[in-house]
């Protein structure tokens, strides 16, 4: 399924995005093409539920989120969106306490696994 072709919106539809979401052709959205899974995505591409854009929630990494993923060499879409939860919690109870979240900290408390062909955080 890896290498079933995305649908690119028409300019309606992307009017339609813009207006609804905030998305613009020049961020390169695609749909999935029928049959395709949120695993299947080609290098580059993100994997975004509309749920998640209707709660309007985006995707802004953090410095700290982007750390996790360098020295883990992950990328976004390569995380079980719980381990992508974890990292965003992790930083949340860190600042809500008043500390800055350090890379080092959080790896004490989750190791990083594989699970099929996605990645998740388990809990030590």
Not at 50 to 75: C, H, M, N, P, W
Not at 87 to 107: H, Q, T, W
Request: some cysteine; proline content about 6%.
């Amino acid at each position: 399924m890896a290498d079933l072709p995305g649908i690119v919106p028409s300019t309606t539809e992307y009017r339609r995005l813009e207006a609804t979401y905030g998305l613009s052709s020049l961020e390169g959205v695609e749909f999935p093409a029928p049959g395709s899974s949120i695993s299947s995505l080609p290098p580059g591409k993100i994997g975004v539920f509309l749920k998640t854009l209707d709660a309007r929630i985006y995707f802004l990494l953090t410095d700290f989120q982007e750390e996790v993923l360098q020295k883990d060499g992950v990328s976004l879409q390569m995380l079980t969106p719980n381990a992508v939860n974890k990292v965003v919690a992790f930083e949340m109870i860190c600042r809500a306490n008043g500390y800055l979240p350090d890379y080092f900290v959080f790896k004490l408390f989750f190791r990083f696994c594989v699970t099929g062909d996605k990645y998740i955080f388990s809990v030590r």
